[in-house]
Antibody, heavy 117, light 110 residues
């Protein structure tokens, strides 16, 4: 069974940093592209970042470019999102999702990031 | 800021047909396939339709997708109470070099 489990969320002050992790199991992690998607409280879905299966190609939404960094460790079946210079508008549930031919076929349950003083 | 525009709400009585539109542009829907996601209250999104009109295993054939130019649609026929959820369209955008989601549509079963 495919599973994605996010962790690392929490309360952080504006301007602070946080690192999210996503552990994958039940599939060959290193064969799949991955994404982070977020959802602010009561709002819609927003794509955040993409990483290729090898980790050599990354894309970011304009709203996080220069502040967030996506990475992966295929040996550990793990995906990461390093977030810095956090703002109140980054407050959201962050989901990791598996990318199969541009469709997000599996999603984790998400981890909540709250940016507040 | 969402690039794909959806109506904020749609509703119908049990058994009715409901259609949700998703308006994009030549750089996203016009040149790439569309996926639809269903998000039940308090849960993570779930893939509902992929490659514009394909259903993953386990998704009832009451759900169908289509596309015409820069716009796409999701149809729910034989509406059921368990279909109450938020629905999002999504596609790759060649100009932005990233994925874009629709604004989301809340479906209510009256």
């Amino acid at each position: 069974e495919v599973q994605l489990v996010e962790s690392g969320g929490g309360l952080v002050q504006p301007g602070g940093s946080l690192r999210l992790s996503c552990a994958g199991s039940g599939f060959t992690f290193g064969s799949y592209e991955m994404n982070w998607v977020r959802q602010a409280p009561g709002k819609g879905l927003e794509w955040v970042s993409y990483i290729s299966s090898s980790g050599s190609v990354m894309y970011y939404a304009d709203s996080v470019k220069g502040r967030f960094a996506i990475s992966r460790d295929n040996a550990k079946n793990s995906l990461y999102l390093q977030m810095s210079s956090l703002r109140a508008e980054d407050t959201a549930v962050y989901y990791c999702s598996r990318d199969f031919f541009t469709r997000f076929d599996y999603w984790g349950r998400g981890t909540l990031v709250t940016v507040s003083s | 800021q969402s690039v794909l525009t959806q109506p904020p709400s749609a509703s119908g009585t049990p058994g009715q047909r409901v259609t949700i539109s998703c308006s994009g542009s030549s750089s996203n829907i016009g040149s790439n396939t569309v996926n639809w996601y269903q998000q039940l209250p308090g849960t993570a999104p779930k893939l509902l339709i992929y490659a514009t009109d394909q259903r993953p295993s386990g998704v009832p054939d009451r759900f169908s997708g289509s596309k015409s130019g820069p716009s796409a649609s999701l149809a729910i026929s034989g509406l059921q109470s368990e279909d109450e959820a938020d629905y999002y369209c999504a596609a790759w955008d060649d100009s932005l070099n990233g994925y874009v989601f629709g604004t989301g549509t809340k479906v209510t079963v009256l």
